[in-house]
């Protein structure tokens, strides 16, 4: 049995990115500097929703910044070092809202 090929104008699979990808993502577009503290984070990137996992369930990124238990970052990577652990605990132990649940439904 055999499959049809992909269609010819396909770039090849959409990537989805969740957690610490996605802040990384956002802070490539920031005017931030280092070391800063979680507060100054959040204004640089206005607060925005992150995904925690692949099915587009998300998160305040001032919600999992108070969830870190470090305050001030020395740079980039000691950022993302801090929340990795934050995202885990909520991909693998949080049950979705009635929010981001509907949220995750709605085509963006």
Do not use: C, W
Request: a negative charge.
């Amino acid at each position: 049995m055999g499959m049809r090929p992909p269609p010819s104008n396909d770039d090849g699979p959409d990537v989805i990115e969740f957690g610490i990808a996605e802040v990384a993502a956002e802070l490539d577009d920031a005017d931030l500097s280092f070391p800063a503290t979680g507060d100054e984070v959040v204004r640089a990137l206005s607060n925005p929703r992150i995904d925690y996992n692949a099915k587009g369930h998300a998160v305040a990124l001032s919600e999992a910044m108070s969830d870190t238990e470090q305050h001030r970052f020395e740079d980039e990577q000691d950022l993302l070092n801090a929340l990795h652990p934050t995202f885990e605990r909520y991909r693998t132990s949080r049950t979705p809202g009635v929010i981001e649940r509907f949220r995750a439904a709605l085509p963006l």
